[in-house]
């Protein structure tokens, strides 16, 4: 087990940031990892890579106590914070020369992790003048340095523009091939695109821990449906299978069902049979999104 997250809790004074958090990560996971602003994303990162401590609870990172081994734990791990913190006024090589030292890494594993975040045509440049996306790319080449097993992501995409997200996934993916990674982001199709399994907290608790292939094949279906007139809820209850509904309109219900069954058929015919006419069907799979939603609002 990569990460091994037990029963963590963190309170900052009053205020319960976390509560009662376990999870764990295997060797080669890639883990999205989502919840609102305010959830706990940020602590339970800052907890893992040991910047700071938890009120409750242990965290392992390669089987090593993050809390009585922090150096040790530190080797083993990668962070990118959410502001990624570079040196602006510092040359890009020779920031990652730096960071390098720290962990006596050698020359030529520098020159190799340039160029595997895809860095080496703006080696030269001071970091100031890079763009956004090649910034976070000094900031996971630094993380990266020294070979660590785990990389902690804080929001990795976050700011930059659709062609930097797609480079920046790209990367993750690759990385993920040999190391686990968890990566706190704010787009679900990012999560879908590129993780193993997703985790959702809110407020500080766990809502969800499940792979994308489990959700995938989630017998949920949710539909929206617009009817030609207004009809009453028991008559919407007669439909086979549904397991919740709600009138967003006066014609438009939002139906949730559980069939493995399209139920779009089902509600054409039930429609017909009943005289109604549909004006308006719109289907939407149990996508992360839609689970997210029900979740955490
Ligand atoms: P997220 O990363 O999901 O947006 P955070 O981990 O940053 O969430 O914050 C979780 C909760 O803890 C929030 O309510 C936030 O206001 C609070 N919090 C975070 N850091 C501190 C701190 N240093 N002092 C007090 N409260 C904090």
């Known amino acids: ?6 029963s963590v809790t963190k309170s900052y004074g009053n205020q319960l940031a976390l509560n009662e958090i376990s999870f764990s990560a295997n060797k080669g996971e890639i883990i999205g990892f989502l919840g609102p602003n305010g959830a706990g994303k940020s602590t339970m990162m800052k907890i893992i890579t040991g910047f700071i401590s938890p009120t409750k609870g ?56 340039i160029e595997t975040v895809g860095l080496s045509p703006e080696v ?15 900031g996971i080449a630094a993380a990266i340095i020294h070979n660590p097993d785990v990389l902690i992501l804080d929001e990795p995409t976050t700011g930059l523009d659709p062609n930097q997200i797609q480079e920046i996934r790209n990367l993750l993916k690759k990385l993920g091939k040999e190391k686990t990674i968890l990566f706190s982001t704010h787009i679900m199709q990012e999560v879908e695109a590129i993780c193993d399994r997703v985790i959702i907290i809110n407020k500080g608790e766990l809502l969800i ?22 009809i009453e809820e028991q008559f919407i209850q007669r439909l086979p299978n549904i397991i919740s509904y709600k009138n967003n309109f006066d014609n438009t219900w939002y139906m949730t069902f559980n069939s493995s069954e ?11 049979e009943n005289g109604l006419k549909i004006l308006e069907l719109n289907s939407k799979n149990q996508s992360l999104e839609t689970l997210f939603t029900k979740l955490t609002s």
Not at 1 to 6: G, N
Not at 216 to 228: A, D, G, L, M, R
Request: a negative charge.
């Open 209 to 230: 821990d499940t792979s994308i292939e489990e959700l995938k094949e989630s017998n949920e279906q949710i539909i929206e449906v617009t009817f030609n007139y207004k």
């Open 1 to 6: 087990m990569s990460i091994e997250v037990l």
């Open 124 to 138: 030269h440049k001071k970091i100031s003048q890079l763009s956004k996306g090649y910034q976070q790319r000094v």
């Open 58 to 113: 242990t965290v392992l990172v390669s089987g090593i106590n993050v809390l009585k081994s922090p150096e040790e734990v530190k080797a083993k791990i990668g962070y990118l914070p959410e502001q990624n913190p570079l040196y602006q006024e510092m040359y890009v090589k020779e920031y990652l020369q730096f960071q390098a030292s720290i962990f006596k890494v050698s020359k030529e594993t520098i020159g190799a992790v």
């Open 262 to 272: 399209d139920m779009r058929g089902v509600i054409f015919d039930f429609a017909h």
